[in-house]
């Protein structure tokens, strides 16, 4: 059996945030499978869907937010694998699907309540033009984000404090979504996930590590508005400029 220190306590994209999305994505599609493919698009456009005409996205629309449709591969992989030794989700011949249905209750946080109303947009979506083509349209957005991100010039002064000021705001609302993922994960361990985590030590963390992700994004919420109030002191016209995330 591996120890905690093979989980390693990550906010953002970490293991937690990861499996919630994904977790959200299948009940949301409950009796729907989808392979690991369609699954990276369909992580990535539930912070992104405004990319593809969908509700406002939740994370911040930068010049290189394509980089992160490259980068989640692992942190994918790694979440399904937890997901599937605790139950929550079934794969067969390399398609997941959830194993319970959205039970259409909001999270208690706006992060996790906008991944839900995306991921119930996409479903719409795929049922007016087709899983096929929905799926076809995701993956040239994705691709063509991707490219862009790679010659994205640097931005202007104005333009730096005014996504700095984007960036910390969708900061704060992921590390609350986190800190609400962080406790459903706990209440599944203790109830639900007991005997599996004895049997997948290798794959589900112990009880112990969503603590710790949960104390680390509350010390990260108090360093993150500290920047946001001092980035307003510095820039008062910002206060003004409207959110440009969820």
């Known amino acids: 059996m591996q120890t905690q220190r093979s989980f390693p306590i990550a906010t953002f994209n970490g293991l937690t945030e990861t499996a919630m999305r994904l977790l959200i994505i299948l009940e949301t599609h409950y009796g729907q499978d989808f392979d690991f493919e369609t699954l990276r698009l369909m992580d990535f456009f539930a912070v992104f869907s405004g990319d593809v005409d969908g509700p406002q996205s939740l994370h911040p629309v930068t010049s290189a937010r394509g980089g992160a449709y490259n980068v989640r591969k692992t942190s994918i992989a790694h979440a399904l694998d937890f997901l599937l030794a605790a139950g929550l989700i079934s794969d067969e011949n390399g398609v997941y699907s959830a194993t319970n249905k959205d039970d259409g209750d909001p999270y208690r946080t706006r992060y996790l309540t906008g991944i ?37 010039q640097p931005p202007q002064a104005d333009e730096m404090f005014a996504s700095l000021k984007t960036t910390y705001e969708s900061d704060i609302l992921r590390l609350e979504g986190l800190q609400d993922a962080s406790e459903i994960f706990q209440s599944l361990l203790e109830i639900d996930l007991k005997a599996a985590s004895n049997d997948n030590g290798s794959v589900i963390p112990p009880f112990s590590y969503f603590e710790a992700v949960h104390a680390k994004a509350t010390k990260e919420i108090v360093s993150t508005l500290s920047l946001y ?3 307003l002191k510095l820039r008062p016209e910002l206060r003004d400029t409207p959110t440009t995330t969820g």
């Not at 109303?117 to 995701?138: N, V």
């Open 116 to 152: 839900q109303s995306a991921s119930a947009w996409m479903k719409q979506r795929a049922k007016q033009i087709g899983s096929k083509a929905f799926t076809s349209e995701m993956r040239r957005t994705a691709l063509s984000l991707a490219e862009e991100s790679l010659s994205a």
């Open 229 to 231: 109030t001092g980035l």
